[in-house]
């Protein structure tokens, strides 16, 4: 009796393990890979989009996102992750486009600003667009960002993917080792083969972070 008991206890570890495996699993890998969801590491104009999502995770459900080409993922530092689709230059312009969006199911939708969120940034230090990097320092090139882990070969383009997790508990995806206007011009190459968040980040700031 003992013995069946010892044995139905592993037995039901052993499935809670795997249910909150399949918990934390990130569901839109397929959507970021094929880019219909892009991360945003950095603020950028056009400033408005239409809100149609906000989270403490991503969804679980990728049909979500059946009715759109591309939605924008912003991780914030209030814990949030928020999706936006389009991209205008005035809010008024947002507001002309915000019945097409409701129209496609996202009911609940509205105009956003995208200067009012506060990204997290943990431990990170990237480098800006007009920054010329230091000939003697690491860099690598960051790709991907998201708050649960996703397989590397997810990233099919490239054969050195580097994961990390850091402080803010955030996974970061980057590519390469480079230095100098080696970094840049890896960089311009990376983001002309469909990751225009791409950016650099000095590699020292993140080794200690990184999963092997």
């Known amino acids: 009796m003992i013995k069946i008991f010892k044995y139905s206890f592993f037995g039901a570890v052993l499935l809670l393990q795997s249910l909150c495996g399949d918990a934390l699993a990130d569901k839109l890998a397929h959507l970021r890979s094929a880019k219909k969801i892009v991360a945003v590491h950095e603020i950028s104009a056009p400033y408005f989009a239409i809100q149609i999502l906000a989270l403490k995770r991503p969804p679980q459900n990728p049909s979500f996102f059946k009715n759109i080409d591309k939605a924008k ?29 409701k129209s496609m199911g996202y009911t609940e939708c509205f105009v956003v600003d ?48 580097m994961e990390f997790y850091l402080d803010d508990r955030i996974y970061r995806y980057t590519v390469g080792r480079y230095s100098g206007a080696e970094a840049k011009r890896a960089l311009e190459r990376i983001k002309s083969m469909g990751y225009p968040q791409a950016h650099l980040v000095p590699y020292e700031k993140y080794k200690p972070y990184r999963i092997e």
């Open 73 to 101: 993922e912003y991780v914030c530092a209030d814990g949030y992750v928020r999706y936006t689709v389009g991209e205008f230059e005035s809010k008024e312009e947002a507001r002309q486009n915000i019945s097409i969006v």
């Open 114 to 161: 995208i200067r009012g969120y506060n990204l997290a940034r943990g431990a990170s230090s990237t480098v800006s667009s007009g920054y010329e990097p230091d000939e003697n320092t690491d860099y690598t090139v960051q790709i991907a960002a998201f708050r649960y882990p996703v397989y590397t070969s997810e990233f099919e383009e490239f054969d050195d993917v």
